[in-house]
């Protein structure tokens, strides 16, 4: 049994992302942004959805949650700390939670920093990390709500998941993401290969995710920041790029 997800483009820069479990073919589905065309991919695939998770409460995460529910009649799934401005929770979880689909089971990690109640979810079957705006490849989330210290802690507790772990992050930012993360570590090799792949994959029209753990880990400057306040300092810089 194992996940596959696949990313969903949605809105200008997002990513949705269906998952698969493939042992029971249940159907996931993460930040489900734009109804329509989400219901279009679904309906593409067979028809069939089971969960809904959200990683956290903005708009460009939740805006379809209650269309696609009601299309389906599938559970949704989001972090309890924000249940009071996330859609209607069928379970609302935290810290160490288990989510289920079909066979698989995705344990819930707590990750503030962009928001305060922001969670990522991580199925050990298949390595897949829905990462929201948590981590993105060659960088991470603005801290709209949280604190350095907290990003920073988020940070580590991914940092900690296999090599091998797909990064499924919100948003398609790796290309802007590697100009700014250039300037950090301009010597790099493990940097600049990452930037020359992710180039390609945008000129032949491809999504530059999921990346891995590994990749991250060799790449992006705010996985790789030693401590919180080199952590602080790169973020700060990268808020006035
Ligand atoms: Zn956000
Ligand atoms: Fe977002």
């Avoid at 993401?177 to 390609?200: C, H, M, S, W, Y």
């Avoid at 060799?218 to 602080?232: G, S």
């Amino acid at each position: 049994m194992s996940i596959i997800a696949t990313p969903v483009p949605i809105l200008s820069d997002n990513y949705a992302w269906m998952l698969r479990d493939s042992g029971s073919g249940a159907v996931g589905i993460v930040d489900p942004a734009d109804a329509k065309a989400i219901i279009a991919a679904l309906e593409r695939e067979g028809g069939r959805l089971d969960l809904i998770l959200l990683t956290h409460h903005h708009d460009d995460h939740i805006a379809g949650t209650d269309e696609v529910r009601a299309r389906f009649n599938c559970k949704v799934v989001g972090a309890a700390a924000d249940q009071h401005r996330l859609p209607k929770l069928d379970q609302a979880v935290v810290e160490g939670d288990k989510v289920t689909l079909g066979g698989s089971r995705a344990r819930v990690i707590d990750t503030p920093g962009h928001t305060r109640g922001q969670i990522n979810y991580f199925f050990p079957e298949g390595e897949v990390l829905l990462s929201g705006d948590t981590l993105f490849s060659l960088g991470c989330g603005r801290l709209i709500e949280g604190t350095a210290a907290e990003m920073f802690s988020s940070l580590r507790k991914l940092a900690a998941l296999p090599g091998g772990t797909k990064v499924c992050c919100g948003h398609e930012y790796t290309e802007s993401n590697g100009r700014f993360a250039i300037t950090v570590e301009p010597n790099n090799d493990a940097l600049k290969a990452r930037i020359a792949e992710v180039k390609q994959q945008r000129a032949a029209g491809q999504p530059s995710v999921p990346s891995t753990m590994a990749s991250e880990l060799a790449a992006n400057p705010f996985l790789r920041a030693k401590d919180e306040a080199t952590f602080a300092d790169i973020r700060a810089k990268k808020d006035k790029f």
